[in-house]
């Protein structure tokens, strides 16, 4: 008896590796066409972005070497050494080229990881400031966006299946709340929890007397500072996912095989498997839709809880005329983006059979 | 005779509307099926076939309910079981149903065999997948279902051959009776004559004990069925043979049904194709007498005004009309 209990999950799990490979296979054959396809289509959308990254924010206004070269050389009297300092850090930044030479140049160090010397935090490099703001972005935003995600359609399922109250008033209420902009939604929450409840704190990732360490102090206070910015953005992503859902499944639930295997006895638990499995199709090419939007709002939120990560970096890089530090953030951003989508789309490719179809006649 | 595996008696089922009207689908219905035997339900769209074969299942779900009579499986009476039972203990072994839609009946993310496990399961926890598949493997190929299905997703599958798998699926625990709704509607004449053929396979070689056979196309029934029984406006007009009542209708509405029909059967064929007029009965309040009576030309002031009672025959032919069968026989001589 235990033996078989113990056995169990292991043949499940056996037959759940079989049942991969034998999807990989799958992939192989029938999907060539159709991730060849997509995977041309996404860098043909990564070059376009990569060359509007680059042109954008050194077609805005402003100087930034002379603002910097004017530190650099405040005190200075001599109008001759002024101009050598200039002179110097435009031969330094590279911008007096044309656009095109630069463009080459930036392309050339971007693909070698180097992104320049950032303007506004000058020294530092660009790769050394995204390279500690990435993380934090990454800790932050994706499970927010993939628990929202879940929560939302497990909360759309629900509504359709029982109705009752969480029809009538949950997910209303998570519609309001989602239709609140992420940076609102993060005002609200540090003014009611941080400040008047003071649960939790109300800026940065961790307390700011702290040098980051492997100690129990520190996690305990990066947990209690990514509480805030974390349920901002889940909060506001949950309503917009449970609407679709809502739809998808109570439209699924009428399907004709839902009635068919109800009518050869299958357990009602089952059916909502079937039922949850095929309403999640949409919601799958939904989420890849709406990633770029959430994470845009999701950056703001950023902002607003000063959290250390791209949206904080990048908003002090538009102030500081950055052009590098800018361009560098955008790009990552891009590409995360990107990445998310394609992902997304091989999922839906692997457990929707019909592409695999449509792409074999 | 042979033993009774379903026995309806007068079985009474409605549907509540969303403006909590009730329309009263199936209104007294009663009819006896013996081991090997089918029987074939013929009627005009709306007349409350396919609600038929919702409620002989036993279980119901909004909009559909129950309301009175009897429906015994195999000297089981299933009216009064607890409607999880009826679902656990006789769906799918005892009775099984064929949807109307087949093109739809099938899950779109699920490969055929997961199906077919998941059915099994319900009533066989223990059973291995490969015992599953070594079954549904062999019934596939008895018949004439390529095994490779098992291993497909419906969306790789023709019409036909969809409506074929999920015979295959319906019968796969071999039940007593199974009730397919227009299972060969929406297929072209080839397809049609492979799903035919394979219910006879299937009664033939004792997969299902007895069959009922729902459709409007009467001829069609002639050639698959033992008996043959007419509906209209949720009631039985007539019951009898297959051949009794395609070349002998005694109901006016059979009568009328048969001419409407274009049939390449002998001695059918030479007959006038003719409409019935008008519109069947609004069953939200079905009318008291005769429910045919504004279409009937045979009608008379007292149609209307009484219920008529089911005429039973010697030879156990049933009909619901207030002429005599002489009567009858008289009347259609002289057209």
Known sequence: MVGELLLRPFLRFLSFVVSLREMRWNCLKGYKKYYGQKILWYLITFVIAVVLNFALPRLMPGDPVSAIAGQAASGMTDAQAIKKVYDEYVEKFGVNDPMIVQFGKWAKAAVQGDFGVSFSQYPRTVSDIIASSFGWTLALQLPAIILGWLLGNILGAVAAYMKGVFDKAILPAFLFISNVPAFGMGVILLTVFGIQLGWAPTSGAYGFDLIPNASWTFV?????????????????????????????????????????????????????????????????????????????????????????????TMMSAIKGNDYPLLSACTLVITIMVLLANLFVEIIYGIIDPRVKAAQQD | MGKVMLEVNNLKTKYVTRLREDVYAVDGVSLKIEEGKSLGVAGESGCGKSTLALSLMGYYFPPLHYISGDIIVDGRNISGMKPDDVRRNILGTEIAYIPQAAMNALNPTQKIIRFIEDVIHVHD??????????????????????????????????????????????????????????PSSALDVTSQKMVIKMMRDLMDKGYIKSMIFITHELPLLYNVTDDIMVMYAGQIVEKGSAREMVFDPLNPYTKGLMGSIIVPEEGVRENKLTAIPGTPPNLKHPP????????????????????????????GREYRCLMSERKIREVYENE
């Open chain 1, 220 to 312: 305990k206070s990066v947990i209690a500072h990514y509480q805030l910015p974390f349920w901002s953005i889940v909060l506001v992503t949950i309503g917009g996912q449970a609407i679709g859902m809502r739809s998808m499944s109570i439209y699924e639930l009428n399907a004709d095989y839902v009635k068919y295997s109800r009518f050869l006895g299958i357990k009602d638990t089952k059916i909502v498997g079937y039922v949850f499995r095929n309403a999640m199709l949409p919601q799958i090419t939904g989420l890849a839709m709406s990633l770029g939007t959430m994470m845009g709002g999701a950056l703001v939120s950023e902002i607003i809880f000063s959290y250390p990560g791209l949206g904080t």
């Open chain 2, 125 to 182: 926890p223990k059973m291995s997948d490969k015992d599953i598949y070594d079954l549904a493997k062999e019934r596939f190929s008895i018949l004439g279902l390529p095994a490779e299905v098992l291993q497909k997703h419906a969306v790789e599958l023709s019409g036909g051959m969809k409506q074929r798998t999920v015979i295959a699926i319906s019968t796969i625990l071999s039940p007593k009776v199974l009730i397919a709704d227009e």
């Open chain 2, 288 to 315: 008291k007498g005769c429910r045919f009576a504004p279409r009937c030309k045979y009608a008379t002031p007292t149609c209307s005004g009484m219920e008529i009672p089911n005429v039973e025959l010697p030879n």
